[in-house]
Antibody
Framework: EVQLVESGGGLVQPGRSVRLSCAAS????????MHWVRQPPGKGLEWVSS????????DYADSLKGRFTISRDNAKNSLYLQIDSLRPEDTALYYC?????????????WGQGTTVTVSS | QSALTQPASVSGSPGQSITISCTGT?????????VSWYQHHPGKAPKLIIY???NRPSGVSNRFSGSKSGNAASLTISGLQAEDEADYYC??????????FGGGTKVTVL
């Protein structure tokens, strides 16, 4: 069974950093692109970032470029998202999602998410 | 990149069919055959129900169907059931920023 389990969220002060992790199992992790998608409280889904199977291609939502860094460790079957200079508007449920292919197409399996709350 | 436009809510009685629209632009929905739809029950992981405009993943009910015309894509749910009550999101590949989601549509089964 394909499983994605996010971790690393919590209450963080504005201006600080957080690193989210996603542990993958049940599929050949290094064969697929991966994504981060977030959902602010009471709002819809927002694509954050994608990374190809080999980390050669990384994309970010325009409004988030510069503060967000996606990465992966295929040896550890893990995906990461580093968020720097956190702002209150970054408060959201952050989902890790698997792509259908090795390059970015769309998201076919999602985790349950990890919540980041940015507040002093 | 603005979100794709979806109606905020759609409702129907059990057994009826409903259609959710997803309107984009020439830079996303119109240009790419990479439109997908997700069903999201609050508190659970979103579920892919349609990919590449009209394809259903294995295990997804054939009551769900998708289509596209010009700048707009649509999701139709036929034979509406209580379990279909959820939020539904469209997503498209886009020229500018890879992916863009719709604002979401809450489906209510009356």
């Amino acid at each position: 069974e394909v499983q994605l389990v996010e971790s690393g969220g919590g209450l963080v002060q504005p201006g600080r950093s957080v690193r989210l992790s996603c542990a993958a199992s049940g599929f050949t992790f290094d064969g697929y692109a991966m994504h981060w998608v977030r959902q602010p409280p009471g709002k819809g889904l927002e694509w954050v970032s994608s990374i190809s199977w080999n980390s050669y291609i990384m994309d970010y939502a325009d409004s988030l470029k510069g503060r967000f860094t996606i990465s992966r460790d295929n040896a550890k079957n893990s995906l990461y998202l580093q968020i720097d200079s956190l702002r209150p508007e970054d408060t959201a449920l952050y989902y890790c999602a698997k792509d259908r292919r090795s390059y970015s197409t769309d998201m076919d399996v999602w985790g349950q998410g990890t919540t980041v709350t940015v507040s002093s | 990149q603005s979100a794709l436009t979806q109606p905020a809510s759609v409702s129907g009685s059990p057994g009826q069919s409903i259609t959710i629209s997803c309107t984009g632009t020439s830079s996303d929905v119109h240009y790419y055959d990479s439109v997908s739809w997700y069903q999201h029950h609050p508190g659970k992981a979103p579920k892919l129900i349609i990919y590449e405009v009209s394809n259903r993943p294995s295990g997804v009910s054939n009551r769900f169907s998708g289509s596209k015309s010009g700048n707009a894509a649509s999701l139709t749910i036929s034979g509406l059931q209580a379990e279909d009550e959820a939020d539904y999101y469209c997503r498209s590949y886009t020229t500018f920023t890879s992916h863009v989601f719709g604002g979401g549509t809450k489906v209510t089964v009356l």
